[in-house]
């Protein structure tokens, strides 16, 4: 990506008062930058969650995992970041008005494909809706009770529900019942909570 | 909302484009807040001290309001 592009995106982007849709461009931007070096971003956690449900969650750092990669070497990061005129390292920048953070390889168990958002300079890929759901009802029980984990899933569930997001219900299924989770029953029960309050059918069969 | 008027939807296959993307905006917020706060912002997390220094006391821009998305 030439430097004259990556300037006038930092400055579209720096510009942007908009939390959810600057966390989206500054995806897609920081995305092909690291693309272009042969190395796929994902994006995981609460930043995941707000591009996929609008949720009004997410603060102002914008969480990647590696796809292809168990590391990038420290003088790498610091030139990529460079690039984007980041500031700070060696896992969290400061670019254009928001935190990039930087993680490990990613963590999925999902056999969902990656999401896809084709981003204004290019392509994000966010971490499987079944995952995030599925993870965030097990926090949201363990180790204690979790409010916020709590209310992330309801929006989860109900933007799929409601037709928003595609979302494959047998491998939230699987996954819940994963012995890496053991959360299906908490999983049945939040998921028909939220179909019955949108008034839609549960994806999954009544308890017994 | 009848089926006709819809936004499009976040497929799992294929991309979503960033027009449809946005336009997805509002529909995902509106189904978000029928189940829970329209804001569940975190109070409070270890990112604190940085997220307060670079967003004036806040921990991130303000949400723009469902009608405006």
Same mark, same amino acid.
Request: with cysteine; hydrophobic share 40%.
């Given at each position: ?108 168990l ?20 079944e995952?995030?759901?599925v ?36 491998e939230v299924?699987r996954l819940a019942?994963l012995?890496?989770y ?27 | ?6 936004? $499009?939807? !976040?497929?799992?296959? +294929? /991309?979503? #484009?960033?027009?449809?993307? %946005? ?13 829970? $706060?329209? !804001?569940?912002?975190? +109070? /409070?997390? #270890?990112?604190?001290?940085? %997220? ?18």
């Open positions: 990506m030439q430097a004259d592009l990556v300037k006038a995106a930092l400055a579209d982007i720096l510009a942007d008062t908009d939390p959810t849709r600057k966390a989206a461009k500054l995806a897609s931007l920081c995305s092909e930058v690291f693309r272009q070096r042969g190395i796929d971003l994902v994006v995981v956690g609460g930043s995941a969650i707000e591009l996929l449900t609008e949720g009004a969650y997410t603060s102002g750092d914008l969480d990647f995992c590696l796809l292809n990669r168990n590391a990038v070497p420290l003088r790498e990061r610091q030139e990529l970041m460079g690039q984007l005129q980041g500031q700070g390292g060696p896992r969290s920048w400061q670019v254009a008005g928001q935190f990039v953070d930087l993680l490990g390889p990613l963590e999925s999902a056999r969902t494909p990656l999401r896809k958002l084709a981003g204004p300079y290019g392509l994000v890929q966010i971490i499987q809706p995952e995030l759901l993870e965030r009802i097990l926090v949201s029980v363990y180790p204690q009770k979790s409010v916020p984990a709590r209310q992330c899933a309801r929006k989860l569930a109900a933007v799929a529900l409601g037709g928003a997001l595609g979302l494959d219900w047998n299924e019942r012995p890496e053991r959360i299906f029953p908490e999983c049945q029960k939040v998921i028909e909570e939220i179909a019955n309050e949108l008034k839609v059918k549960t994806p999954f069969h009544p308890h017994p | 909302m009848s089926s006709k008027s819809k936004p $499009p939807s !976040i497929p799992i296959h +294929e /991309a979503v #484009s960033w027009e449809d993307w %946005l336009k997805g905006r509002r529909w995902r917020r509106e189904l978000g807040s029928r189940v829970a $706060p329209p !804001i569940i912002r975190r +109070e /409070a997390s #270890s990112s604190d001290p940085r %997220l307060r220094r670079l967003f004036h006391g806040e921990r991130g821009l303000p949400f723009a309001r469902s009608k405006r998305l």
